[in-house]
């Protein structure tokens, strides 16, 4: 037998595809809110295409960067999915979370959450979350949340119809398989007030440029 023959009848090694940051094979059934009046509230996760949870750690460091408590906070999370981001800011006392979720099976999924929990402050709407964030009132939003799937080509249009959107103190929470840099965001009139980075997951907290001049 030939050195050609043996390599045919020799196995195939095996190898192990790498997931990309969206093929998560170890995607939780559910998530938790981590603080708040709705504490330990089980939130669904269904298997859907980019569909990714912020992780308990990411949301944790981050409601401790926004102080726990978002007492009359009006809110929008323009890439609901689970809702684990707006929940978790109705649970701390804001007083609008606006909820936008593209995907049909999820929006109901949201809305059957808000029924439950009675969240009066919570609305579900199902649509484009950068045309619902561009049809706010100029100024309007404390806290806008930006997580779409990191495949996505979303980032730079929702962060410019963040800048317009936030009151002049407030804040755009960015979740991205990347790190943004200060040069990318002043364009956009956006500046880095906390960055960190949990296994693939990078995430800022950013402010209007004015609120931090250099």
Not at 54 to 59: A, C, F, G, S
Not at 158 to 176: C, R, S
Request: net charge positive; charged share 25%.
């Amino acid at each position: 037998m030939n050195a050609r023959s043996d390599a045919r009848s020799a196995p195939a090694p095996k190898t192990k595809a790498k997931p990309g940051p969206r093929q998560n094979k170890s995607l939780p059934g559910e998530v938790r809110i981590i603080g708040g009046i709705y504490k330990r509230t089980k939130l669904p996760v269904a298997d859907k295409p980019g569909l990714r949870p912020t992780p308990d750690r990411v949301r944790e460091t981050l409601f401790n960067w926004l102080g726990q408590d978002l007492t009359g906070w009006r809110c929008i999370d323009i890439f609901a999915g689970t809702g684990a981001l707006g929940f978790e800011a109705a649970s701390r006392g804001a007083a609008e979370v606006l909820l936008c979720e593209q995907d049909p099976q999820l929006a109901l999924k949201l809305k059957a959450l808000q029924e439950r929990l009675q969240a009066g402050c919570v609305r579900v709407e199902r649509g484009d979350g950068v045309g619902l964030l561009r049809r706010q009132s100029p100024g309007s939003m404390q806290l806008v949340f930006i997580d779409p799937p990191f495949e996505s080509t979303l980032f730079e249009p929702a962060l410019k119809a963040a800048a317009d959107a936030i009151a002049p103190q407030g804040l755009v929470y960015l979740e991205a398989p990347r790190s943004w840099t200060a040069e990318e965001l002043a364009p956009l009139g956006l500046t880095i007030w906390r960055s960190s980075k949990a296994g693939a997951v990078h995430f800022h907290l950013l402010a209007r440029s004015a609120a931090f001049p250099a």
